[in-house]
């Protein structure tokens, strides 16, 4: 059987016009254009990614590209591609994103409101503070809120408001958490496909311990 052109396709990194995609107004507008130039990438990149993060988690992973599919009158103002251990979803599990706001790439490790152990993570995390400090890079960016594209950098931080971080995810329903690195549009970094997905994997080996510490 003839593999079909997705199969072949090969990741090229990312252009202006992926960016420039949150800039178009209305919903349809910019889904259509979404749908059609970046939402391609991610799933190139999910298949480019996930043998390297399968080997690395030392478990099966699953693709999960952002549908957006409960909006119905404000465009999306950021997509991506998530890496769960579930099949069926990940929102309810950590898990890994790559994603693009019009601003930037993130690349980083998620624990959302919709995951249970969310509670048992933030106390974990509470008690290796001294270790997360040492092991996350300086440049690191933390985030309370998804959709926020700013956050908080790791190596400007106090252990105090590094705590407050886990403090509020463990005691806010709502709350949720973010760690990764941001690489700004115009990055030529983000037009070579190879240096990208080599970053990215370095990336995701970084945050391991993190991923690992919600499963603990």
Not at 110 to 133: G, T
């Amino acid at each position: 059987m003839t593999q079909s052109t997705n199969t072949l396709a090969e990741f090229q990194g990312f252009e202006d016009r992926d960016f420039a995609v949150f800039e178009i107004a209305g919903l349809e507008a910019r889904m259509e254009a979404l749908i059609e130039n970046v939402r391609p990438k991610f799933h190139l990149i999910g298949q480019e990614i996930i043998p390297s993060l399968e080997s690395m988690c030392e478990e099966e992973m699953f693709v999960h590209v952002a549908k957006h599919a409960r909006r119905t009158v404000n465009p999306p103002n950021d997509s991506w591609v998530a890496f769960a251990n579930n099949k069926r979803g990940y929102k309810a599990y950590p898990h890994f994103q790559i994603g693009l706001w019009s601003s930037h790439v993130f690349v980083q490790f998620a624990i959302i409101y919709e995951c249970p152990n969310k509670d048992a993570f933030a106390e974990r995390a509470l008690n290796e503070l001294e270790s997360i400090r040492r092991s996350v890079p300086a440049g690191f960016v933390w985030s309370k809120d998804h959709m926020v594209p700013t956050g908080l950098v790791h190596g400007q931080m106090t252990n105090d408001e590094l705590a407050e971080l886990f403090t509020r995810l463990k005691t806010v329903k709502a709350a949720e958490l973010t760690c990764g690195i941001h690489i700004r549009r115009g990055d030529p970094i983000l037009s070579d496909a190879d240096a990208f997905l080599s970053k990215t994997k370095e990336t995701f080996k970084t945050l391991l311990p993190l991923y690992r510490m919600a499963f603990a």
